[in-house]
């Protein structure tokens, strides 16, 4: 025998021999059952204290039958209740399901076939208790709550996606940098908006062979090409009724951005080699690291695609643009690694210098550098807070790698001897100044005299 503690049912009906029959079976079965007579006591008693399940006649004298059901499902839409109708009044039947019953049986019924529909019922209730607790859980970790940062550019982001929560069904297009949070957005978008009980998906478009992105997104059917050995259902198909990831959506192919448009614009498509349209509803959302008006003028994109997704526009700021963001950031992560790591590290926080340092980099990976940097820091740290010497070199520096590559000259790959990069210069100094000297000199930083001496030895008189 389980332990586990009975279910406790309670059963509505006036007709005492099926109240009666009904409480021998379920108790048979392992249920802990009430029996009463009337809509009024029953209403007082479900009030008082819930039961797990309810048996409810629909032809009670006073308070009827729906209107129980309906005041459970007001108190609690995941009891489940089961209406006992009379045989051929399939009417009153259909209208308790519309209104939230369970199920309903109807008379003369079958015992065995009640104690069915009981277990079924727990089961059921089991499960959906199940999902609506993953789904809480996804909340938190997902939700708006983990987007961190005080600064005016992340206000406006958080408040963008709060309206886009709420207004269902728009496209939205997230944009910003590497490493800015346009993963957390979509998600957070997601997480708040009534979809959320219905799938996230997402694909990375960059990730994926151009030729593959067509059949990930839309599916194909058996036989549209060689090597579609069976029907594959796409991520539109899968996120219906929920929202879909586009990332990095300045990658997919023109054929595929034409397909995308037509879906975005009808709500239907169909699957490779497939006939017939299929439906969908799903919010899209794109997200994109590049500038896609670039794109667009070098013809990679099309332009009324991007009008179509930039119906509500987000822009992610670079976290160069909003310092502010950085300390807090900083400690939310310090935070958070603590608790992570729990090897009797508590560190406090930054030194003075670190958070300068930290200040006065520029973050080209953005926040997703930041939380690299930090997580680093602490394994590195044992004492009670982050120093600069717990930093890499390149934020110390305050030059970021991708900087340094930027500079105005590059060192070709096998090398170039300086006098050869002084030559150069200096022709062009002489070219730009249209030959007058004293104007060259300036633009190289050298008296009229050394460049004189430097056009002799390069023998440019
Ligand atoms: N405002 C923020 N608050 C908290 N964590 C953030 C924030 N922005 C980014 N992150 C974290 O930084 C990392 C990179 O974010 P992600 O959404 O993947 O960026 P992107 O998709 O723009 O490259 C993730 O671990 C994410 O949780
Ligand atoms: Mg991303």
Not at 91 to 101: C, E, N, Q, S, Y
Not at 117 to 134: G, H, L
Not at 420 to 434: D, R, S
Request: with cysteine; net charge neutral; glycine share 6%.
């Amino acid at each position: 025998m389980s332990t586990r503690q009975k279910q406790r049912v309670l059963i509505i009906d006036d007709d005492n021999i099926i109240a009666w029959t009904l409480q021998e079976k379920l108790t048979k079965e392992g249920f802990e059952v009430k029996t009463v007579e009337n809509g009024e006591t029953a209403l007082n008693l479900i009030r008082e204290d819930m039961p797990d399940m309810a048996f409810v006649d629909v032809f009670l004298p006073g308070i009827g039958g729906i209107q129980i059901l309906k005041e459970i499902v007001s108190m609690n839409e995941e009891i489940p209740v089961i209406m006992i109708t009379g045989s051929g009044s399939v009417d009153t039947a259909v209208t308790a399901m519309k209104l939230g019953a369970y199920d309903y049986i109807s008379k003369p019924f079958n015992l065995n076939e009640v104690a069915i529909i009981a277990k079924k019922a727990v089961e059921s209730k089991r499960v959906s208790r199940e999902i609506s607790w993953k789904l809480e859980k996804e909340k938190k970790t997902h939700g708006i709550d983990n987007i961190i940062g005080k600064s005016k550019e992340i206000k406006g982001v958080l408040e963008m996606i709060q309206k886009v929560a709420q207004s269902d069904a728009s496209t939205v297009l997230i944009e910003g940098e590497s490493g800015t949070g346009k993963d957390l957005v979509a998600r957070a978008i997601h997480y708040s908006s009534r979809r959320a009980g219905r799938p996230f998906m997402d694909i990375n478009c960059t990730a994926l062979p151009d030729t593959l992105v067509e059949s990930e997104l839309f599916g194909f059917e058996k036989g549209a090409f060689t090597d579609a050995k069976a029907r594959k259902i796409g991520l539109f198909e899968l996120a219906d009724d929920g929202s879909a990831l586009l990332d990095e959506i300045g990658d997919i192919p023109m054929t595929t951005q034409t397909k995308l448009l037509k879906l975005i614009e009808s709500k239907r498509f169909k699957r490779i080699g497939g006939t017939s349209d299929i439906e969908v509803d799903v919010r899209i959302i794109a997200a994109t690291n590049k500038n896609l008006k670039e794109e667009i003028k070098s013809g990679r994109f099309r332009e009324d695609l991007y009008y179509r997704l930039r119906v509500i526009p987000i822009f992610i700021p670079p976290l160069r643009a909003r310092k502010g963001d950085i300390p807090i950031l900083a400690n939310y992560f310090i935070d958070k690694f603590n608790q992570e790591f729990r090897k009797d590290k508590d560190i406090k926080g930054l030194s003075s210098g670190a958070e300068k340092a930290l200040l006065s980099y520029s973050w080209p990976g953005n926040v997703r550098e930041l939380k690299n940097v930090i997580e680093r820091a602490i394994i590195l740290e044992s004492k009670d807070k982050i120093l600069i010497e717990h930093l890499p070199i390149e934020v110390v520096e305050g030059v970021s790698p991708n900087e340094s590559h930027d500079s105005i000259f590059a060192l070709p790959e096998n090398g170039i001897s300086l006098e050869e990069v002084e030559k150069n210069l200096l022709m062009q100094a002489i070219q730009n100044a249209k030959g007058n000297q004293s104007r060259a000199a300036k633009l190289l930083g050298l008296s009229r005299y050394a460049l004189r001496y430097r056009m002799k030895k390069f023998g440019f008189n």
